[in-house]
Nanobody, 120 residues
Framework: QVQLVESGGGLVQAGGSLRLSCAGSGRPFDTFNMAWFRQAPGKEREFVARSGWNGGTDYADSAKGRFIISRDSAKNTVFLQMNTLKPEDTAVYLC??????????????WGQGTQVTVSS
């Protein structure tokens, strides 16, 4: 069974940091693109950061300069280091893995999400 499991979320004060992890199991993901998305209550899911299978990275404007995506292919894990957090970063953060296209589709691999809450 292929799974993506996120961890590392929690409650943090504005200006603080969190490091999210997404561990894949059931198959190797070194040839997959992997990304972080987030969804706040009442809002649509939005892209945060992407790590291409070939090593390239890409960020949403809201994440540039504050978040860093990285991956450890040997551990089948992708990370999201989040610094200088703001209350508007509060959301459920989900990771995804896919092969084709710039962004994942609903039918690609998705985790269940981890809650990040930033207090002001």
């Amino acid at each position: 069974q292929v799974q993506l499991v996120e961890s590392g979320g929690g409650l943090v004060q504005a200006g603080g940091s969190l490091r999210l992890s997404c561990a894949g199991s059931g198959r190797p993901f070194d040839t997959f693109n992997m990304a972080w998305f987030r969804q706040a209550p009442g809002k649509e899911r939005e892209f945060v950061a992407r790590s291409g299978w070939n090593g390239g990275t890409d960020y949403a404007d809201s994440a540039k300069g504050r978040f860093i995506i990285s991956r450890d292919s040997a551990k089948n894990t992708v990370f999201l280091q989040m610094n200088t957090l703001k209350p508007e970063d509060t959301a459920v953060y989900l990771c995804a893995a896919w092969r084709v296209g710039d962004y994942p589709e609903d039918y690609d691999y998705w985790g269940q999400g981890t809650q990040v809450t930033v207090s002001s």
